[in-house]
C-alpha cells in the first residue's frame, strides 16, 4: 500500500518533496516577479524624462578632469555616475522628472546631507545640483 504523501493529489498533480521541482520553480517565479517589478517602476518614467535624466548622466560621466566630491571624498567622472545610478535605481519609479533626481538623487549625501559638489579642471567648484540645472536648461534649449 502507497504512503499518503506519495499518492497523486489529481491526475496531473503529485506532492513533490521538499527538494523537488515545485520549490525551484517558486525561486523561479519568484526571481521573475521581482524582475517585473524593477521593470515596472523604470517603466512609470515618462520617455522624456528619461532622457533628460539619461543626458545627465551621460554629462557627469563623460567630464575629463573632473572630479565629484561626495563626503569629502574625491571620486573620478565614472565613479560619480556609478554612485548616482545606484541611487536612481534604487529609488526606481518614484523619481518621475530630471529634476526630482537632481533633487533626490544627485545633489546631497543621503547620509550627511552634504552637498555634492564637481572640481572641473580649472579647478572652478561647483554644487551639482547647480550644475545639473544647467545641464537641463541646455538639453530642454536643444530638444523643445
Same mark, same amino acid.
Given at each position: ?31 521573475? #516577479? ?16 528619461q532622457?533628460?535624466?539619461?543626458? #545627465?548622466m ?29 541611487? #536612481? ?30 572640481r ?25
Amino acid at each position: 500500500m502507497q504512503s499518503p504523501d506519495s499518492l497523486p493529489l489529481c491526475r496531473s498533480h503529485r506532492r513533490i518533496g521538499r527538494n523537488g521541482k515545485q520549490a525551484g520553480s517558486r525561486r523561479f517565479l519568484l526571481c521573475g #516577479l521581482i524582475f517585473l517589478v524593477s521593470i515596472v517602476s523604470v517603466a512609470a518614467r515618462d520617455a522624456r524624462e528619461q532622457q533628460r535624466i539619461d543626458y #545627465l548622466m551621460q554629462s557627469i560621466g563623460s567630464l575629463k578632469g573632473a572630479v565629484f566630491i561626495r563626503n569629502g571624498t574625491e571620486y573620478d567622472a565614472q565613479a560619480a555616475r556609478a554612485h548616482l545610478q545606484t541611487k #536612481l535605481d534604487y529609488v526606481g519609479g518614484r523619481v518621475k522628472t530630471a529634476e526630482q533626481f537632481v533633487q533626490y538623487c544627485a545633489s546631497q549625501s543621503s547620509v550627511s546631507h552634504q552637498p555634492y559638489k564637481i572640481r572641473f579642471a580649472d579647478g572652478k567648484v561647483v554644487e551639482t545640483s547647480v550644475y545639473f540645472a544647467e545641464k537641463l536648461k541646455e538639453f530642454d534649449v536643444k530638444n523643445h
